[in-house]
Nanobody
Framework: QVQLVESGGGLVEVGGSLRLSCTAS????????MGWYRQAPGKQREEVAI???????NYTDSVKGRFFIYRDNAKNTVHLQMNRLKSEDTSVYYC???????????WGKGTQVTVSA
């Protein structure tokens, strides 16, 4: 079994910064992809940023140049540094882990990020 524990959400003003962190525990294979998704009220969940265990990253267009994802493989931890936050970044952010070799997909419980004008 795999557990994902997120931290770092909160309330911030437009233009501010926050850092989200997520630690995976349990049967976490070495070959995996970790990332962050978000879901605003009335909208579908969308991928924000992902990073593979090999270091390949991908960002959704709306956060490129503002958000940065990085990970510590030894600690099974992924971070999302969010800078120059906008009101449209307000969402619940979910940590995600995909274990490639057994096709497992796991989600955290989510952490609220609210950006106020």
């Amino acid at each position: 079994q795999v557990q994902l524990v997120e931290s770092g959400g909160g309330l911030v003003e437009v233009g501010g910064s926050l850092r989200l962190s997520c630690t995976a525990s349990g049967s976490v294979d070495d070959i995996n992809v970790m990332g962050w998704y978000r879901q605003a009220p009335g909208k579908q969940r969308e991928e924000v940023a992902i990073i593979s265990s090999g270091g390949n990253v991908n960002y959704t267009d709306s956060v490129k140049g503002r958000f940065f994802i990085y990970r510590d493989n030894a600690k099974n931890t992924v971070h999302l540094q969010m800078n120059r936050l906008k009101s449209e970044d307000t969402s619940v952010y979910y940590c995600n882990l995909r274990v490639i070799r057994r096709a497992g997909v796991y989600w955290g419980k989510g952490t609220q990020v609210t950006v106020s004008a």
